[in-house]
């Protein structure tokens, strides 16, 4: 312990004379760099990336000269306000760090203008500063529990336009540019626009308002972890497990009804699962009511590995080869190259959480967005061998951080595994009453920040014909003419019981979101495809990039 205080005291007299006015000492302390620090120079404020690299040049200098401004980072980012290590600029700059003034004071003193720092609120409506977390690649990385405080040793950098962080600051110095292939190792803030939170169309800054995209991402409206949720036993699921297999305990803990709708008709081609799970239909009793205390919910997902690539493949201006979602069509025509591994891992790095977006359409004003924030270590385990940690010494940056890792493989299946995510909240689908539905559609994108754009689309729907003798309904209780119960009248599902409809349903969504997928989920879909000894092979739905298993859950 006592060996890595004296550590950092000594990178912190380093970084102080690597960064004095005489430059004197800085040869001196470095054999393998002759290179000497340059101030970075601020800029007229003309547009986003202007703001965003001026903002990181003033929060550089500050920083590093104000522990008081580090401790105030840290403890606001641990408040998690929107479930990541963010801190909200628009949020806490009026608050006081110590006896230093407020944040916006204080920078606005290493800006040198009020009019700057109002220019630059007024490009970066949703300014947002990111602790960066390392700890995906290495267990003992940076991350901001472990963020030092007392160490004045923290570089500044931003996302650019096309997602990348390049530019590193270090006390109001320029560091260089991130070597391609290598993420930082150690403190490092990243300054981005939210993805989170929209800004009100207000054109002042003093007027602008703010609102989360979706309760998901309101820390404040987070429900206890015991709070008014079905509660499961993960049994025989090893961590970073991709499989569509699931132990006989883990399902029979969800609803008993699973195995025995499978057991009762695996021989039967005709007959559905959810004829016993939703109507307690068997080969002896042809004729059930629909059950109100089962309900289908969102069990876990995946995404694709390959697909990560996408997700970060933005282009920019010119750049941009393809428009945005809805328009894609099945082989995704419109898409470039492939980004390379340097930028994939970049922005892993840069990027926090994802946010995975899927939207249910089932018609007549039955519609559903379910958000999820997941870090990408959440998502996938990166393979042996795959990730590099050594010093960083051939440029300046290594004053600063010392650690770099530097990726050794190719991206994708190459270097990543795809694993099971366990939503931590309840996403309930729609229940199976054939009589109003027995097919919809669910859509999956990635969402990212961007100009908000709203568009009618048509989606398709099924439900039961008024011709098909299988479905009925009565009454729910004698003389009461108001409340109906649909009943089966015989086992099985096919295309002649239902009749289609197209519905026009208004989607909303940003120029950098990513489309993950189109999925159709019915009625007669297997819940278990097969059986290996005492464990089972669940029905997976997938587009290719984005998979997920749906299981009946009884409440």
Known sequence: ????????????????????????????????????????????????????????????KAVYSHQELRAFLKAEALKRFDNDDDVFYPLVKDKSVGNLGTLRELLIRELGSDEMMSQIEQELRTLTIYVADATWFDPDGFCLDAWDTENPCVAITYIEDDGLCRKLYGNGFSLGEIEDGTIPGGPVLI????????????????????SFLSDVFDASKNDPETKGRYTVEYLNEPQGDSSPIMSASALNSINPDIIQAYNLFKNNSYACHNDYVFYGMTSNSTTGRLRTDVRNKLYRFKVHPQTYLRIFDDKVGNEAKYVNSWAFDDNYKGYGMMPSKEKVYNKLWADGLLEIKVAMHAGGGNEMDAYFSVKARDLFTVKDNVVRKKQW??????????????????????????????????????????????????????????????????ITTKHASQFSEKISFEYTSPGDTTGKSTLKNELGWSSSDEVTKNHTVSVTWTNGDDYLGRITISYADKIIKGVQGSEYELYTYSSGDFTFNMLPFRY
């Open 393 to 458: 010494k051939a440029t300046l940056i290594h004053w600063v951080i010392e650690w770099k890792y530097d990726y050794t493989k190719a991206r994708g299946e190459e270097s990543l595994n795809s694993k099971w995510y366990y939503p931590n909240y309840d996403v309930f689908l729609p229940s199976w009453d054939l009589r109003a539905l027995s097919s919809y559609e669910v859509q999956v994108s990635e969402i990212d920040s961007g100009a908000v754009t709203r568009e009618d689309m048509t």
């Open 1 to 60: 312990m006592k060996k890595n205080v004296m550590k950092k005291n000594v990178m912190a007299i380093l970084l102080f004379a690597a960064m004095s006015i005489t430059f004197s000492s800085l040869s001196s302390c470095s054999k393998e760099s002759q290179v000497l620090p340059e101030k970075a120079k601020l800029t007229k404020v003309c547009d986003k990336r202007s703001a965003l690299e001026d903002f990181s040049i003033a929060l550089s």
């Open 191 to 210: 300054v981005k626009e939210s993805e989170r939170i929209i800004a009100s169309s207000s054109t002042k800054a003093d007027e602008t308002g703010f």
